[in-house]
Structure formats: C-alpha cells, structure tokens
C-alpha cells in the first residue's frame, strides 16, 4: 500500500533527527518507567512503550483513553454499542460481557478486566504506559494484545493543592477538579483528587427533541502513604467514579425499509431518531493496598485489591423511531486479587523478579426486552406502503452468570553477559477454573407465561429460542519469553524477542439460541483460550547529544482461536473461537527538542492485519460471500475492523517568556488515521474514510506555574467520524453509527498553591 502523504510527515520529522547535525542547547529528560516491575528508563526496555507523564497529558488535552489513542501507536479506543472497545495492533475484545479484555488495563498494580472499568476516572494521573505486544508474563495473560498501565500521582513529602476547571465554548461541557496532598505526619501522607465533570450531548435526538450522548461524572479518589522507616512504603487507594450517560451516540445511517418508512434517511450528520429514553448509570469503584518493603536483597512487594462496578442500562438496539426493542439490563462485576513479588536490585551478573498471583470474580447480568418482530415494509417510488402488522410479539428475560478463580506463578531472568549485552528469560503458569449459567426465557407480554408455540417457532427462525444452559471449564497454560538486547552504542539499543500470550476463555453472556439453535447451539456457549505467538525487533536511539530521541519496533504476531463477539442481527452477540489470524507492521516513534523553546514529537504505524482461517465469518446483508448453506462468510484472506493500515501523528510545542514573570506556550498537532471498517461483518457501509484532526492550545501561566489559562481546540476542522457500526437490531437491512466527537473549543485554568 502506498504511503499516505499525512503519514510521511512523521517520517520527514523522524528522519530529520537523525540527520541534523546543529548542536543542541539542551537534553531531554529521561523517561522512566515501570513496565517491567521496576523502575528503569524507557530507553533501556526491550518493549515498544508509550510513556506518557502528566505533563504531556495537560499539554495536549488529553482527558481519557480514547483522546489518548491519537498520540499513541497502534492503539484505539472507540464507543461499542455496550461498552468501550479497546484494539492494540488490530486486536481488540468485542462486545460481550462474558469476554475478558485483550488489552489489560492496569490501575496501580490491579488488573482491571472488563471493558466498563476502563470509564473510571482518568484523573490526577502521574503517567500513563501503553505497552504493545503481548505482556502475560508480569503482567498475566489476559494482556494478550497489550497492557495499559495507569500510576496515579502519591502523597509528597510538602503540601500541595491544585483547583482547576473547563469551560466549553463550543459544546457545553464544564469540568472541576480538586487536588490536595501533603504529610499529616512525618511518616504519613494523603493525597485527595475530586472531580465533577459535565458534558452536553452532541447528537440531536429529533423523537426526545434533546442531545443524547451527555455525560455527568462524580469521582474521588484518596491515596493514604506510610513510610514508617525507609525500608517501608505502604500506600491504601479507595476510588470512586460514578456516572450517568444520557442517550446515545449512535444513528441510523443506513436505514432498513422499516426504518426508512418511519422517517430515518441515510445520513452522518449527528442527528438521530430514538424513540427511546437510553439511559447508563454506572458506578466504578477500585480498592488498593501497595506494600514495598526494600532490603540488601532486594525488594519484597504486596498488591492486594478489590474491584468492581454496578452498570444499570435502557439501550435501543435499532437506534430509531421505529419500536422494535428496548433492552433494560443490570450488570454487576466484582473481583479480589492478591499478588506477592520479589524483585532483586538489580545491577548484578543475574537480576531476577519472580512471584505469585491469585484472583477471583464474579460476573451476572439481566436483561429484559420487548421483542416486536413486524412483517415489513416496502418503499416503492419516494411512497411507503408500509405493513407493520405484530408478526411476533413477546418479552425477553436473558440471566447470565459466571465464576471464575485464577492463581499464577511467574519469574523472569535477565543475564547481563557484559555492559552492552543482556538476556531475559521468563515464564508463567496459570490455572483457571469457570463456571457459567445462561437462563433465557421467552414470555407472554406483560406476563411470566412462556410463549406459546407457535410464537416460539416464529422467534426460532430468528435464532432465538428459550434454553438453560451450564458449564464448567479448567484451563492451564505455560507462557514463555526469551528476548536479548544489544548495547551496540552508547546511546543505541537493539533488541529481539518472542514471547507466548493468552487470553482467558469463557461462556457467551449475551446469545439467544440454546442446545438446538440454528447457529450450533449449545456449542457456541462457551470459547477456548485464545492464544498468541509474538516476535518482536526494535531499537531504542538517543540522538544528537540527547537533544532526540527515536524508538523503533517492528512485530509480528499469530493468533490462534482468536475470540470474537458478532451481533446477531436480531437481540444479542455470538462468541466463536475464529481460527486464525496474523497481524504484523512497524511502529516508529520520537522526541526532539529543537531549541530551548521548542519540541517535537511525532509518530507513526504501519499495520496488515489478515484473517488465516475463519470460515465462519458474520455476512453483511447482501453480501455476494455468503455460503447459502450455512449463512455465513469464509474471511481467509481479509482484514478486521478497526485495522487502518497507517496512522501517525505529529505535535510542535513553544514556550517563551511574554515577561520575567509571565510564560507563553502554544502547541498544534495533527493525528492522522488511514481507512478502515467499523464493524467486523466488513459492511460496505462502515467503511471510513481517511482522516485528518487538527487541535491546538495555547497557555499563559507564570515563571512558578502556580496559575494557568488555556485556550484549547480539538478536532478544529470539524471532521465527522464513525468510531463504531453495526446492523440495527431486529431490524434486517438497517445500519448504525457511532458518531466520535465534533469540534470542540473550550477554555482551562487553575491554580496551585
């Protein structure tokens, strides 16, 4: 594929750096991270890592993860239908509650593993590490594609406090944020950061006469910090993030004959037709206790946690006027972890880490939903001569729960053979037990009265039929890592290496059929393990004195039983182990500073995503592909949803002085996003464009930074882009959109003190 001239930019930058000769005024700082367990500069970890500090994260506007996946390689997070999907190198979860995440989301030491925790409160952050790759063995094997790892910021030893707030101009979003922070003794410290935020929606609901797609947030979060001697660091988080959407952000722009005759027309224009009073209450909460204790030996360390959150949820699932359904679900998560680690000092002939991890949850939902299955419509001539006479008409009750218990051991070994060449060998174990349970029954409407027969044999060529279904799962697996680095300068590092990953199995939360569905039945309630080979060469450069920095990481990576979710078209999702798959590219990424007032940084990625073997694939309506026999799709040979095959971004920062008390910084960058498809059916229909973002800031603050005022504008050209897509629910021939955020400009100020 060609080059896209938006993803040569970077390149030019990247290159430039390399081949500049000026010298520089000043070096960059280092970068220090703890994506291996311990603390070591970025420059010296055999991982493609995107470390991202507070700093950057204020300078560039970045209020959560999905505004972070434009600055950070190969990695996206976009709006599902239920929940946030999350996709790193082409390779993300799905929608179905019964799936752990592929990408492992980490928040201070605890895993967190379902896709509604990644809405907790992204505030008060001290960095944030985008780790690319499989990550099983420190991090365990449900971060097949990737870790993120979120460090919260931690008591200091002076106080410290922080007011600071956003005022949309544009949309009318408004945020408040309170930090305080200091010792209340000499060995004990607190650390509080509130928040409120609230945001108007942006798509128009002409049924509601609102704007769906607003937000309100309330989270807190207290870190207490012990440090009896200095051997001791103990430290208690207790967070909180409650939130309440109202509407969504998903539109017909397709519509079906139903929906075309009830008013819908083919549109992207932020305007939506539900009649539905869509509603997401979720609560997230997150307790952590961290326990260093540092000897001669080397350091001992305890990460208990406890985890959960409670999503109460009313979804239209064909996103329209016309009534086909109202889905009305509680889902409740909890989970209790405990891992114990020692890690040696490290410097020696052999450095080591090595430990012990055990987890247990509980997962259940219920969803309760109107069906209204209508015999049609047929648009003839600009006239609809509509038949929406009740085909079928009954209420849906579908109850899903599952277990599971997990516990691990794991080690890794780095042999420093010399100064300039060292190798890690590592290893997991894990054992998993589950036990899942769907009951779904079909009743009479407004009664607990199962249907009648010839109702349910109406719904069954609909793949949906009443059933009780049970299951219990052992699984074990061994993940292995072997890399090797080369100093081959000073300030290059090579590296090379392979490593296993896995993603846990499971039973499908959100199918409809039971043992004698026509799509397999029974067969289709529980996936296998998913499994991962991963080789890896990169370089790690410091370039020009230290003034640039360039990091480079090329991959390839083989799935097996890759898992996949599907919308059923009709109530639900299908889980299927899908064969296999391969995604392989590069990810290019850098710093450079060119002046005492100036920085770049830029980056970008390649990515060829390939289906090996899926021959059951879902088929778009229509779709020339389809295998009359079995109604599905071969996808041997074709690409996944949300896999552009380039993307990169470029950002220019400016500071100088307006006076000797007064500072001015401005920024721009520009993210480009090459075209892919939005859903996994590879409908014609989600298939996005290109496109180009600009956004732009502009601070004030004084020579001490007790004080700042920022202009900020995102998405400044304006661009309407579909994040996520699918059919409309009982409503074949329809499709819908998830509409990302239009421009948005707004002002942000605070003070410290």
Known sequence: MALSPRAVLPLVFLSGMAGAQEEPRRQLEEVVVTAQKRAESLSDVPVSVTAVSSEKLNQAGIENLSDLSEYTPNFKMVKGGLAPNVYMRGIGSGSNLGFEMSVGFFSDGIHLGRAQQTRAAFMDVQRVEVLRGPQSILFGKNAIAGAINLISAQPGDEFEGMVSGIYGLELDNREVNTVLSGP?????????????????????????????????????????????TDSVDASLKLEKTELEQIGRTLQVTHPSALTGCSGENTRRDYVRASDTDERVKLDNYNGTLNVDVHTDSGTFTSVTGYTGFENDEVFDPDSSSFNTSVFDGVEEFSQVSQEFRFASPGGEFIDYIGGVFYQKNEVSSDVKAPLNVRTGAIEDTGVCLLNTAQLVAADLDRQFDMDAEAWSAFTQFTFNFSESWRSTLGLRYVSEKKEGERVFNLYERNTEIPVNPVTALLLSQLNVGAHELQGERDSDVLLPLVNTQWDIHDDVMLYVSYTRGAKSGGYDAQGNNGDDGPSGGATNFEFDDEIANAWEIGAKMRLLNGAADLNLAVYRVEYDDMQVSVFDGVAGFSVTNA????????????????????????????????????????????????????????????????????????????????????MLEAAADVNYRDEHYISGDLDPRGLEEAVTKYNARVRVFDVAETWWLSLVGKNLTDELVMGFGGGTGLDVGGYRASAEPPRSVYLEGGVRF
């Open 184 to 228: 209340l003794t000499e060995t004990f410290g607190a650390r509080l950061a509130l928040r409120y935020r609230e945001d108007e929606g942006y798509i128009y609901n002409t049924e509601l006469d609102r704007d769906d797609g607003g937000s309100e947030e309330v989270s807190g979060r207290l870190i207490l910090r012990w440090t009896p």
């Open 579 to 662: 064969g296999q798959s391969l995604t392989q590219g590069f990810e290019l990424d850098g710093r450079w500073l060119l002046t005492d007032w100036m920085m770049l940084t830029g980056s970008v990625a390649y990515l060829d995503f390939e289906w090996l073997k899926y021959e059951q694939g879902p088929c778009y309506p229509g779709s020339p592909d389809e295998d009359p026999n079995t109604g599905t799709c071969n996808f041997e040979g074709k690409v996944n949803q949300q896999t552009p095959s380039w993307t990169s971004s470029l950002s220019a920062i400016f500071t100088w002085p307006i006076s000797d008390a007064l």
